[in-house]
């Protein structure tokens, strides 16, 4: 069984940072665009960056310079830096990536559960 498992989220003030970790785990082959999503109380989830197993990133335009995504291959992990913080970036943010698993010829998406953050004014 394939699973991601977030951590880092908590509260923190308007203007501070956070890190945000995901780690893969399973019989995983490969793994290869690894993504954060957040959705905020009341509205729909959306994204907010993503990067390719080659390292072509892209933001949502609310987050650029902002946010910056990374990952670590060989450990199975993507993390999610946060600068300026805003509280509209108040949100439960998920983890996201397309896994293929030892003895699958195709990638299936995964999601994990979503680690909440709470930015206040």
């Known amino acids: 069984q394939v699973q991601l498992v977030e951590s880092g989220g908590g509260l923190v003030q308007a203007g501070g940072s956070l890190e945000l970790s995901c780690a893969a785990s399973?019989?995983?082959?490969?793994?290869?665009?690894m993504a954060w999503y957040r959705q905020a109380p009341g509205k729909q989830r959306e994204l907010v960056a993503t990067m390719t197993s080659g390292g072509t990133t892209n933001y949502a335009d609310s987050v650029k310079a902002r946010f910056t995504i990374s990952r670590d291959n060989a450990k199975k992990m993507v993390y999610l830096q946060m600068n300026s913080l805003k509280p509209e970036d108040t949100a439960a943010y998920y983890c996201?990536?397309?896994?293929?698993?030892?003895?699958?010829?195709?990638?299936?998406?995964?999601w994990g559960q979503g680690t909440l953050v709470t930015v206040s004014s």
């Open positions: 996201n990536a397309d896994i293929r698993v030892v003895g699958s010829g195709r990638y299936r998406e995964v």
């Open positions: 399973g019989i995983i082959a490969s793994i290869n665009t």
